[in-house]
Nanobody, 121 residues
């Protein structure tokens, strides 16, 4: 059983910073791409940032220059450093990983349960 567990969400004032972390657990053979998505109330889930196994990154235009995604391949963990937060960044943030479980034949997408980020004064 593979699980992705997010941590680091909370309440922050506009202009503040938060750091989210994602830690996969279970029997994992390899992890390909990882990413963060978010879903604001009444809106669809959207991509925030992606990072592949080689460290190449991709960001949504709305977070470029403010958010930084990183991963530790040795520990299989991923982080999202969020700076200059705005009220419109308020959402539930989800960790995603495309990975191959030990003994599996192909990669599959796994999701965490999400962590709430609230940006408000």
């Amino acid at each position: 059983q593979v699980q992705l567990v997010e941590s680091g969400g909370g309440l922050v004032q506009p202009g503040g910073s938060l750091r989210l972390s994602c830690a996969p657990s279970g029997s994992i053979f390899s992890i390909n791409g990882m990413g963060w998505y978010r879903q604001a109330p009444g809106k669809e889930r959207e991509l925030v940032a992606l990072i592949n196994s080689g460290g190449s990154t991709n960001y949504a235009d709305s977070v470029k220059g403010r958010f930084t995604i990183s991963r530790d391949n040795a520990k299989n963990t991923m982080s999202l450093q969020m700076n200059s937060l705005k009220p419109e960044d308020t959402a539930v943030y989800y960790c995603n990983a495309r990975l191959i479980r030990t003994g599996a034949m192909r990669a599959m997408d796994y999701w965490g349960k999400g962590t709430l980020v609230t940006v408000s004064s």
